[in-house]
């Protein structure tokens, strides 16, 4: 069926009342479902008629404190929400990864600080269910950062990780890299399987930050103005250019990779303006700067606030100190959450579900 045959607001009402995996299908097929379901006005639709769960965990660790998990709601943005926690685990478990169709990757965060050895858990939460999965074969790291990547057909994950060597200098031919261990676990062997060593030159740091997934890919801010780019099918990695307009060292703490309507895209902030550039052509890794958005009236709630990431085209999740904010940049309208003081968050997973 060609998109054409039919109006955008009969495809509005369709697709409005589908599922998670037929949405992202579609999103492939042409620009126009593309452009349509990325639109806020969609995203509310679908999420009222198909009772999908969408929101963020907030993860807050203080070295004085035990560490606290909270889950805010799109939908009941603002307000104190018991739709969704992690108390069905077995254990206290720490979020280190989240995926789009509502699979949390966590580790037992008891067991890592007594024995430096993770135990790792893939848990639906809004379905509670959980698998322990066994630990990596690498044990002697001293920190580690992982994702979960989904592939629908059939239903199977792979968990990518990345961990620090006790020595993570390495001369190879003469020259110093950075070098980080990597495995990679499949639910369909159920086996972890150690991959070649990443070797970075020396000096570039990968972020411990979430990974953003996109076109198959992983990505992750280097610190020399470049992304770091995990394949998971083919179990292969690259590292490509920023837009040249950033590739300048002042930017680097006030810049961002996000998600921006199923594209690699990154967000500048400077003063009271945020840069979006967006990867137009992954292959030739084109980017082009798409627009320049004011968040004056987002400052006026919080003066220091930081951009996270988008929940849609229109609408982007904004950080302050004490605060969460969801900021739609066409109507400059903003729905605030206040945090308390000692609520801090230190992680935001952006997350939906649906319940079966």
Not at 111 to 127: A, F, G
Not at 236 to 252: D, G, K, R, V
Request: neutral net charge; aromatic residues 12%.
């Amino acid at each position: 069926m060609e998109s054409s045959t039919l109006p955008p607001d009969m495809l509005f009402e369709i697709f409005s009342r589908t599922n998670l995996k037929t949405i992202g299908r579609c999103r492939m097929v042409s620009k126009d479902l593309n452009l349509i379901t990325y639109e806020s006005s969609f995203m509310q639709a679908f999420r009222h008629r198909t009772k999908t769960i969408a929101g963020f965990f907030t993860q807050t660790s203080f070295s004085s404190k035990p560490m606290s998990q909270r889950f805010v709601s799109i939908t009941d943005f603002g307000t104190d929400s018991n739709l969704l926690s992690l108390n069905f685990l077995p254990c206290h478990a720490k979020i280190k990864a989240a995926t789009k169709q509502g699979i949390l990757l966590c580790v037992n965060e008891n067991n890592t600080r007594r024995l430096r050895i993770p135990e790792y858990y893939v848990c639906k939460p809004s379905t509670e269910e959980w698998h322990p999965i066994p630990n990596p074969r690498t044990r002697y790291f001293t920190e580690g950062i992982g994702m979960v990547a989904i592939r629908l057909d059939p239903l199977c994950y792979k968990i990518v990780r990345f961990s620090k060597p006790k020595c993570a200098c390495i001369n190879y031919k003469s020259i110093s890299y950075n070098a980080l261990h990597c495995e990679i676990f499949s639910s369909e062997t159920w086996a972890w399987k150690r991959l070649n060593d990443v070797l970075l030159p020396w000096g570039e740091l990968l972020s411990w930050k979430p990974a953003v997934s996109t076109r198959g890919a992983l990505h992750w801010l280097i610190t020399n103005n470049k992304i770091f780019a995990f394949f998971v099918d083919t179990e292969s990695w690259i590292t490509f250019e920023l837009p040249f307009a950033l590739c300048n060292e002042h930017h680097f703490e006030h810049m961002k990779v996000v998600e921006y309507g199923g594209r690699l895209a990154m967000l500048c902030m400077e003063e009271s303006s945020l840069h979006l550039w967006v990867m137009e052509d992954y292959d030739t890794k084109v980017w082009s700067k798409r627009q320049t958005m004011s968040i004056e009236a987002v400052q006026r709630v919080e003066h220091d606030t930081s951009p996270l990431c988008f929940d849609n085209s229109d609408i982007a999740l904004m950080q302050g100190f004490c605060s969460l904010i969801l900021y739609n940049f066409k109507t400059c309208n903003s729905n605030v959450c206040k945090l308390r003081i000692d609520d801090h968050p230190d992680e935001v997973f952006p997350f939906q579900s649906d319940i079966e």
